[in-house]
């Protein structure tokens, strides 16, 4: 029988520089602010959380570092998760676009099922497996951008038409905002929302077409704001000038009227890491939708500055992405999540400051939350490897 000839050494050292050349290749600039600000959010989170649960964890007989460990371990899987996504081809999550949506929204059909759903301030949208809780509609907004990211690029011609607009993208996000309104979460509603309406947008929808379908999102989340009492409750405390008067101190005031006292005895340099007031149970969610109260009260005004331009980098990096990129699937679906992270960063600001009403939308990276974390890292890992695919810069020569 022929055998075959020993390769060379030479060859087989060759190959061994092409595979280390391969590993090592140059990066574009997009790639590394979006991962670096990415893991400063993450540890920034990972502080916050551990100095604003001290107090509440101690007092309830727990570790002090019980919230802690369970937000690193939710990092120390995301990371490396955000890592291995930026490896994969723009190919890959082009074919998970209906798997990823069909498993998300069955996920999060599971909060119904009797026994692992869990309810929580009127909300059903968490459930319970084997004592770790998860929220399955952090999941959705990705599933729902990389799924709206595909049908538009593969309609990409037809967008022209209001029908091929229409279907199926509008009754399949009907039907997966359904699964979470069906839970009364209003705050994921509004991101699903924003979501859907900023994939419309970065594929270049026609105006007069992009308007409709805005018009039908803000008209339901109108709608379902009026028709619970208690989110009209929140959005009524929200409209009232006198809401940090003494006399609102017992009501829907209360929790506003405490991130506002927060943020304001912080002053400029804050009162010092774990030196907090608010936190020793005086503001509800202080770990939660309300933890940049407490990077105001703790870390003055400075803290609150290095937290926002850092999400101002990430945004920068994202949106350098959607404009080098010549692949429509790409800009759809870095557009829809750098609005659905940069967005949700903004809303919960904005309650913080009261220039919104309460809405219940984490701060992401750094609100505690272990399935919010992780589903945010893995959106970077998905920016992060369309940040691979970018054409590297070479500069240009000069005589």
Known sequence: MPTTAPEPEHRRGLTARVSLGRVFTPVPSEFLLIASTALLLTGFGLIMVL??????????????????????????????LMFIGSRLPVSFWKR????????????????????????????????????VQAQPAEFLKL???LWLGYV????QTLLGLWRHVFIPVVPVTIAVIATVLAGKDLGTTMILALIFVAALFFSGVKLRIFIIPVIMAVGAIIAFAVASPDRMRRIM?????????????????YQPMHGVWGLASGGVFGLGLGNSKQKYDWLPAAANDYIFAIVGEELGLIGCCVALILFAL?????????????????????????IWIVGQALLNVGVVLRLFPVLGVPLPFMSQGGT???SVLLACGVLLSFARSLPLKTPSLTR
């Open 51 to 80: 100095s604003a649960t001290t107090a509440s964890s101690t007092a309830a007989g727990s570790t002090p570092y019980e919230a802690l460990i369970k937000q690193a371990v939710f990092a120390a899987i995301g990371i490396p």
């Open 96 to 131: 998970m676009a209906w798997p990823a949506l069909i498993g998300a929204t069955a996920f999060q059909l599971l909060v119904f099922v009797p026994g692992l759903g869990v309810s929580a301030n009127g909300n059903r949208n968490w459930i319970m497996i084997a004592g």
């Open 143 to 145: 599933a729902l951008a």
């Open 152 to 155: 538009l690029y593969r309609k």
């Open 237 to 253: 405390s929200f409209l009232n000038a006198n809401c940090l008067a003494p006399d609102q101190y017992y009501g829907d005031c």
């Open 314 to 338: 990430f945004a920068v990096g994202s949106f350098h992405v959607i404009r080098r990129t010549r692949d429509p699937f790409v800009r759809i679906v870095a557009g829809a999540i750098t």
């Open 372 to 374: 919010s974390l992780l």
